[in-house]
């Protein structure tokens, strides 16, 4: 990699598909997820095509004749707790789980939610927000926090005045 003011810039090398989301624990452990589950690891010395995710979160949607950028996320909170969220190729949501073997579908905190997007924030933690349209006719923008074990609501707060949340730091 080129490094300068303690920045590295690396190329993904043999890495054959459009990234979708990255996200990483170190510069010597980083994932990009693409299209179709595509995955790639990055050891701080080369890009490993790794098997792609059988629940294939990360898919690119077509209406028509127009296709949008697949829209999906990665936060790696440690080498064995790495997520991703995003749509199938049928626009179903999913939430898969990297135990440090394998990938699994992970928990969703309630039914009836979609849209389904991760975010990492400081000391190791994580966010959901999605949309949840199981208790009323409009859906609301929801969120949720990871605490290593279980989802805990966010009560109260701006999240039910939005139909979307696209960005949360």
């Not at 179709?36 to 050891?43: E, I, M, P, V, W």
């Not at 979160?57 to 790495?82: G, M, S, Y």
């Amino acid at each position: 990699p080129e490094c300068a003011d303690g920045y590295c810039r690396v190329y993904p090398g043999e890495t054959r598909f459009p990234a979708a989301a990255i996200g990483g624990i170190s510069p010597n452990d980083v994932w990009l997820v693409g299209k179709g589950g595509a995955l790639s690891h990055f050891d701080g010395k080369a890009w490993q095509e790794e098997p792609s995710i059988d629940q294939a979160p990360c898919a690119t949607q077509c209406f028509d004749e127009d296709c949008i950028k697949p829209r999906c996320a990665l936060v790696a909170l440690a080498d064995d707790d790495i997520w991703i969220s995003g749509k199938d190729e049928l626009g179903e949501d999913h939430l898969v789980r990297y135990d440090g073997t394998r990938w699994n579908a992970a928990p969703v905190p309630t039914e009836g939610l979609r849209d389904l997007t991760v975010w990492p924030v400081e000391h190791g933690g994580m966010w959901l927000t999605a949309l949840d349209g199981s208790s009323s006719a409009e859906p609301v923008a929801v969120a949720y926090r990871w605490d290593g074990a279980a989802w805990s609501p966010r009560a109260g707060g701006p999240f039910d005045q939005f139909e979307r949340i696209d960005d949360l730091s």
